[in-house]
């Protein structure tokens, strides 16, 4: 492939985040949507007949096949993530997987071994490093914009009915909200400051056996992060992060970050910057204004974001990359030992409503 050369993507699924993914095609460079596959071809012509020049395929087999694509966006539930992935590297098409890659540590080893043995791109679908709020942050810390970092938080949780045939609790479809939502700050943590040198955590239990919530504890040197996620309530959603001459804050939402603010204090960063739940006309004006010891840097988009690992994965296959440098699947497969550390432990008690 040559540098100048537009990945065609085609896409396995139909549901809500393969659609996000379509939509957000239009808003990145050097990519464009060819195909989409589902095994029920009624879904798959109904999805391509909402985007121009995109065909129908009713398998993954026959959308690999068809020489009308370039690489493959894996939109398909958790539990069938492992078997098309690995249809995909035999083929050797390049491929990008939803988050997470798969609930499963073993599935995530077996992915990185064959991608490796064959020299074909593969990719977790982890958008959120690739948000100009999250680099620019990154960068910002690196050039000591808080000073030496003391302390990393993030919340992230959202409520769900309990429903044991839902993905989100079901375990044969990889549920649990460490996967479906932890993975982001965790991912993110070791984005931000490297390995952690200490982990531990506890979770409560679902009816139906996978965790309802989820909090985790790391240490990266002398930086202490603190990590919770859940379906039983609506949380901050709002990320923190403490040195000894201030305070970078994302979000909320911080997984869909618009920029990030530097403030002099928490007291400072908690009034201005506040989660999710917190309003007032008051604060919002304030935070349009310029006021000593605050500063906020805007980096909003068009779309949902997905535009953004679109591209970065897309010029990685361009450059004939077998990973993405910002997101590897060692990366990957970090945040799944971090999450399966806490997992193995029993349940600290049993959610209830």
Known sequence: MTQLKTIRWGIAGTGAIARQFAADMRFAENATLGAVCSRDPAKAEDFAGQHADVTAYGSLTAMIGSGKIDAVYIATPNMVHRAQALECIAARLPVMIEKPITASLDEALEIRTA????????????????????????????????????????????????????????????????????????????????????????????????????????????????????????????????????????????????????????????????????????????QRMPLPGAARHDLRFEGSGLQFEIEAASDAIRRGLGEEPDNTLDDTIAALRIINTVLKSPPSGAWKP
């Not at 400051?193 to 955590?201: C, H, I, K, N, Y």
């Not at 009034?271 to 604060?283: N, Y």
């Open 115 to 286: 991608a490796r043995s064959s020299g074909t791109f593969v990719m977790e679908a982890m958008w959120s490093r690739y948000l100009p709020a999250i680099k620019a942050a990154r960068a910002a810390l690196a050039d000591g914009a808080i000073g030496t970092i003391r302390k990393f938080e993030a919340e992230i949780a959202w409520k769900h009915d309990h429903d044991p045939n839902s993905r989100f609790f079901d375990p044969a479809q990889g549920g649990g909200s460490l996967y479906d939502l932890g993975v982001y700050p965790v991912s993110l943590a070791r984005f931000f400051l490297g390995e952690p040198d200490e982990v531990e955590g506890s979770w409560t239990a679902a009816p139906s056996g996978v965790d309802m919530a989820a909090t985790l504890r790391m240490r990266f040197g002398g930086i202490e992060a603190h990590i919770a996620c859940g379906f039983d309530r609506n949380g901050s959603n709002r990320m923190i992060i403490e040195g000894d001459t201030g305070v970078l804050v994302l979000g909320p939402l911080f997984i869909k970050a618009f920029g990030y603010g530097v403030y002099r204090s928490r007291r400072v960063a908690d009034f201005l910057q506040p989660g999710e739940r917190a309003g007032g006309i008051g604060r919002k004006l304030l």
